[in-house]
């Protein structure tokens, strides 16, 4: 007589297993574990130098943890990159090189820097810039944009692959309070019509608490993990940052948190 | 006679036609890698990578006289490139290391390898007795000799942009995406520090090769000119490429007619052709 066959358990979108990172002396992740399954919106969450970026590029595959592993769809991030959608910090890139939005955006698509894109290239980079607002600027140069319109640019290229999860190092860093509040407007459709997940590293405490459906508070350990009423309390806060000050979290907001 | 018919009567000269043919796959091999090196801000790369073809070219003439293959060599053991090539590839991948694995910048790196080349340079070029004929003058070296170009020399030159060519041509994509964003291309799969290592290996063999020709003082501005005057007019990275291939080819064939017409010094016309090309970019550029 055969067992009943037990339901496997769903493989968390992201898996981060007793990571531990160091940077010559500097301790930066320290036995850090977490599990977020598919459809949240995960903010992580501390103060600088906490290893909040450090985590998303151990996720990425761009660094190897000297201990532990972190592995996206039960796998290396490397083995699925159709299914990540990536928006790197605006600073990372070089602003004095020659392109235009919709090169950028082909990325994306091609993963490799387009010489001549083509017609089909062309369209489905519109295309996902019309998602985002931005159709208009597709033909302009990247250097000539502003802090917002390169965020768009950016989030177009990410969502371009149709992914199933989008990672975002410090998106809303140098742009003003519109555009911020169109990006988390973007990635909330962005959720709503494709169900993906989405992991975002931040410092906006108040944007965390109003548009996260999971925080993740972090100083090299984490401090917390879960819904974003439970984990960003000023107690939680204050063990993480070591005092809470002026970045105390609106508990109350128009809208509300999202669960 | 008027100048154009003169110039049917040089070109008629098989050393006008090697002169024209060398310099042009120098300038293609120079502006394909040129975009790279500016948008990558390794202008010195150039200069570097050619003293550490006079260290190179030192150690091989030496090799060559005290081994004997000066007098019983083919004519491609007797050439020191045979040396002066592995050097400088190994003094590229040298300052690709450094750059790897230390925290100082690329043009200290650059500056050392750069340094400890032309030391080595003196001092093995200055163990050769001075009335050994070694087949490289040491002033040409410096300031390049492209209208004395020979059959070997030419090969050399083709086979060297055959490689050259082939790699830039497939590897265009993932090198402009590494150059644009090292680590958004990363996460795409693209291994950037062997592309990195790849790309100063290449340099260093083309750089080497188009130096004994051109001349180790004046390579960097093959490198630089027509790449740095193309970015002026790009708006984009494929653009800038194509610019940059037309600007080197053209102001090299423009170069040797003029040195010829004018009776001027062959290397320093076509440097000067580009350099009048960038000013007219500068003032003309694309904003």
Not at chain 1, 83 to 110: N, S
Not at chain 1, 175 to 195: F, K, M, N, T
Not at chain 2, 81 to 105: C, N, Y
Not at chain 2, 138 to 152: K, P, Q
Request: aromatic fraction near 8%.
């Amino acid at each position: 007589m055969s067992m009943p066959a037990r339901a496997a358990a769903p493989v968390p979108v992201v898996h981060v297993h007793h990571v531990g990172v160091r940077f010559g002396d500097a301790q930066v992740l320290d036995d850090v574990s977490f599990d977020l399954d598919a459809g949240h919106f995960l903010a992580i969450v501390g103060p600088n130098g906490a290893g909040k970026s450090t985590l998303i590029k151990v996720a990425l595959g761009l660094i190897t943890p000297q201990r532990g592993h972190a592995a996206l769809f039960g796998r290396d991030a490397g083995d699925v990159p159709d299914q990540i959608g990536y928006v790197p910090q605006l600073k990372t890139f070089d602003r004095t090189f020659p392109a235009t939005a919709v090169e950028l955006v082909v990325t994306g698509l091609r993963r490799s820097w387009p010489a001549r894109p083509t017609r089909q290239e062309r369209e489905r980079a519109v295309e996902a810039l019309a998602q985002v607002g931005a159709e208009g600027l597709a033909g302009r140069v990247l250097a000539r944009l502003s802090g917002g319109e390169l965020q768009r640019v950016y989030l177009a290229r990410a969502l371009a692959r149709e992914p199933a999860l989008v990672l975002l190092d410090e998106p809303a860093t140098g742009v003003d309070y519109l555009a911020e509040h169109d990006l988390y407007d973007l990635l909330e459709r962005y959720q709503a019509r494709s169900g993906g997940t989405i992991a975002m590293v931040t410092h906006d405490l108040a944007a965390a608490r109003y548009h996260a459906s999971r925080v993740l508070v972090l100083n090299r350990r984490v401090f917390g993990f879960g819904l974003p009423a439970d984990v960003l309390c000023d107690a939680c806060l204050q063990e993480a940052y070591g005092h809470v000050g002026h970045t105390h979290v609106p508990h109350t907001h128009a809208h509300g948190a999202r669960r | 006679m008027s100048g154009f018919e003169e110039l049917v009567v040089a070109f008629g000269f098989p050393f006008m036609r090697r002169a024209a043919a060398a310099g042009t796959l120098i300038a293609i091999m120079c502006a394909l890698l040129g975009v790279f090196v500016v948008q990558r801000r390794l202008s010195f790369l150039g200069d570097g990578l050619a003293h550490a073809a006079f260290g190179g070219m030192g150690i091989g003439a030496f090799v060559i006289v005290s081994t004997g293959l000066l007098a019983q060599g083919g004519a491609l053991l007797r050439n020191p490139l045979w040396v002066a090539v592995p050097f400088a590839l190994l003094t590229g991948l040298g300052i690709a290391w450094v750059r790897d694995r230390t925290e100082l910048s690329s043009d200290t790196a650059i500056g050392v390898f750069f340094a400890v080349s032309v030391a080595l340079g003196v001092l093995f070029f200055s163990r050769i007795h001075p009335d050994t004929n070694i087949g490289v003058n040491v002033m040409d070296l410096l300031f390049g000799s492209i209208l004395a170009v020979r059959n070997t020399e030419l090969l050399i030159i083709g086979g060297v942009a055959l490689v050259a060519i082939a790699f830039l041509w497939v590897r265009w994509g993932a090198l402009a995406y590494a150059t644009f964003d090292d680590e958004l291309a990363r996460t795409d799969g693209v291994r950037s520090r062997l592309l990195e290592y790849q790309l100063f290996g290449l340099a260093a063999v083309v750089i080497t090769v188009s130096a004994t020709v051109v001349g180790i003082i004046l390579m960097a501005a093959y490198l630089v000119i027509p790449a740095a005057a193309a970015r002026l007019w790009a708006r984009s990275m494929a653009s800038m490429t194509a610019f940059a291939l037309c600007i080197g080819t053209s102001t090299t064939l423009l170069g040797v007619a003029g040195s010829y017409l004018f009776d001027l010094p062959t290397g320093s016309a076509i440097i000067l052709t580009q350099a009048l090309v960038f000013v007219l970019a500068a003032f003309t550029q694309r904003r």
